[in-house]
């Protein structure tokens, strides 16, 4: 039997405001004073997100090499941008090492699958390119903020530590590898218990949202499979790369603990 | 230059910021030396050991060891000249992986074998002490010891010390102090040590080196800076009552 489409007009939408409606009586119920908050937050989702499906349908439409290698390399500006911003403490040259991070796993993961496993022809078709792409920088600046603060927060931890395997005679690298072990771990934890439960405790937005547009569910799940080795590779690459990256800044060229990074400004 | 010196400072000064920590130091230590770095608090004792092997370096001036300036190759000196913190690093783990880290890097020490840790432990005076034991159970005054084994196992030159006894009650900071008084006779170490402590350092250092405010302000032996009041002047005076102990 073939899957239905089912589709969501306008009126459907106006009716799902019933939701931000029954929450803002449970807000105003509860005195949590976030009524304000929520409105602004609901009509921004909607403007924004319209929006966006105005400005995806022109992209769509444009079939060219350059055009699509532009827009990621904009992706790419914007994300490592949000994450230098999301940073608690300033990380010397940081952008750029979210920059190459995320330049590093787009090129080899969205090309791999544009190229081998989906075959996309051309390969710079925006339905695929633009989707996937997406899903690869944002997955990749998620786990690299968090991987940075927590890197961050290892060093300043393991101080003492890294001081004293310096004095041994390690390497820079050496020194902070048990921090950049624990930062990478703590990433890919959130990845691993998704890979682990998935279609077990939840069914993710990807398939869903393709079975709910009338794909066969057999193939909904293979995307979504793709995704998640997809999601786990990106999170792992994008974070090596980055670490690869930022230890060095924590370091001068005399291998050197650079403490004064570590510290709180008053 | 003599052929026994084993670092030399020239004109050596620190800056952080605008605040002068260390101000044109110049002298050298000798092979083989027992030498204390005195001072009053923030008279920058530590500040000028980290530059022994390199943690830290000068604004200005110049540092040599052996002869050769001491940034050629600082892996190669960090194994050459050892620090035993204050407060010493502890890893998670055994006491045999904490003896073990530097075997990371250094195939040397990861190929010793586990009676030669013992023999490790037994030197600095760890003798009850299964490789097994959780290394962070260990007590104030162990996990001292226990950081001076690691650091021997790089087989150093010389041996810095910062605040070695600070932490420690009288009769635990005379045994350590005996301890690596012994291991300098034995192993042939240099040790500089830095301290507060003039009293406890009289009876082991053959040389001292006094600094105050940043500026070195006696160097010599203890009999010698005694005669100059120059503890006095660096304002250590407060340690005398102890002279007799």
């Known amino acids: 039997m073939r899957p239905e489409f089912y589709i969501l007009s306008w009126n459907d939408l106006l009716v799902s405001l019933v939701f931000i409606a029954f929450s803002v009586f449970l807000i105003k119920k509860w005195k949590l004073g976030l009524e304000q908050t929520l409105l602004i937050g609901t009509l921004r989702t909607f403007v924004q997100l319209t929006a966006m499906g105005y400005v995806l349908t022109w992209f769509f439409d444009q079939q060219h090499w350059a055009f699509m290698l532009s827009l990621l390399f904009i992706m790419i500006v914007i994300a490592s941008y949000e994450g230098t911003r999301r940073q608690k403490k300033d990380i010397p040259h940081f952008f750029s090492a979210m920059f190459v991070s995320l ?14 496993i989906l075959d996309v022809k051309p390969w710079y078709s925006p339905y695929a390119a633009i989707p996937i792409g997406g899903m ?51 990433a890919l934890i959130p990845n691993i218990n998704a890979m682990m439960t998935v279609g077990l405790v939840q069914l ?46 924590f370091f001068t060229d005399k291998l050197q603990l650079k403490r004064e990074l570590l510290r709180d400004k008053a | 230059m003599q052929a026994d010196q084993i670092f030399q400072f020239k004109n050596v000064s620190l800056n952080v910021g605008e605040l002068s920590i260390l101000n044109e130091l110049n002298f050298s230590v000798n092979k083989g030396e027992f030498l204390a770095v005195l001072g009053a608090s923030g008279a920058g004792k530590s500040s000028l050991l980290r530059m022994f ?35 010493p690093a502890v890893f998670s783990g055994s006491i045999k992986e904490n003896l073990m880290i530097a075997g990371r890097w250094n195939h040397n020490i990861a190929q010793i074998l586990d009676h030669e840790l013992i023999s490790a432990l ?6 009850d002490i299964k490789l097994k034991q959780n290394a962070k159970d260990l007590s104030g005054g162990e996990q001292q010891r226990l ?7 790089n087989k150093p030159q010389v041996l810095l010390l910062d605040e070695p006894t600070s932490n420690l009650d009288p ?29 406890l350092m009289r009876k082991y250092a053959n040389r001292v080196i006094l600094l105050s405010q940043g500026q070195l302000v006696g160097d010599g032996t203890f009999k010698a800076l005694d005669a100059k009041q120059a503890f006095k002047k660096a304002g250590l005076l407060e340690h005398e009552d102890h002279d007799a102990t």
Not at chain 1, 103 to 116: D, N
Not at chain 1, 222 to 240: D, E, K, S
Not at chain 2, 55 to 72: A, C, E, V
């Open chain 2, 122 to 127: 037994e030197q600095v005076g760890l003798k």
């Open chain 1, 136 to 186: 690869i920088i944002g997955n990749g600046l998620n786990s690299t903020s968090l991987t940075a603060n927590r890197f961050l927060g290892e060093l300043k931890h393991r101080e003492k530590e890294i001081e004293t395997l310096l004095a041994l005679g390690a390497s820079p690298k050496q020194a902070v590898y048990d921090a950049m072990k624990e930062s990478i771990h703590a």
């Open chain 2, 171 to 199: 009769k635990l900071s005379r045994s350590i102090m005996n301890l690596v008084n012994k291991l300098r006779k034995n192993l042939d170490l240099t040790i500089i040590a830095v301290s507060h402590d003039h009293v």
């Open chain 2, 53 to 87: 092997n390199a943690l830290s370096s000068p604004s200005s001036g110049q540092i040599h060891f052996r002869n050769k300036p001491i940034d050629i190759d600082i892996q190669c000196l960090r194994k050459n000249v050892g620090i035993l913190f204050q407060n």
């Open chain 1, 103 to 116: 330049l590093g796993a787009a090129i080899l993961i969205l090309g791999t699958i544009l190229l081998f």
């Open chain 1, 204 to 249: 993710p937005g990807v398939m869903t949202g393709q079975i709910l547009a009338g794909i066969d569910p057999i193939i909904a799940v293979r995307y979504q499979i793709m995704i998640m080795y997809m999601w786990f590779t990106t999170a792992t690459m994008a974070n090596m790369i980055m670490l690869a990256i930022v230890y060095r800044q």
């Open chain 2, 147 to 153: 950081a001076l084994a690691c650091a021997l196992l």
